[in-house]
């Protein structure tokens, strides 16, 4: 695995899969882009969580009042790392 670093003016870092098929990566390792046949399918990862309404670990997850109309921010993603291979791109967002 490769840490993903980005250059001082570099916004976002491509990755070709063959010639139809690339995924792009955005500096703040949040918005992605899937490129097939030159269309675009832009989607973001949002890190988020839900507390629990319980403590005791029960079987069925209930949100507490906090989160029960929604999940709250996480962290905003550090790093990434990728790993290419013949068959296999793999990014990870830390």
Not at 62 to 89: F, H, N, R
């Amino acid at each position: 695995m490769t840490i993903l670093e980005f250059l001082d003016m570099e916004n976002e870092k491509s990755f070709q899969f063959d010639n139809k098929n690339k995924i792009s990566i955005s500096k703040n390792l949040e918005n992605f882009k899937y490129i097939r046949n030159g269309q675009e399918f832009p989607f973001k990862l949002s890190y988020k969580y839900y507390i629990s309404k319980y403590e005791s670990g029960h079987y069925i997850f209930t949100p507490d009042g906090i989160t029960s109309k929604g999940s709250i921010p996480y962290a905003m993603p550090e790093k990434a790392s990728v790993l290419e291979g013949d068959l296999l791109t793999q990014i990870t967002v830390y």
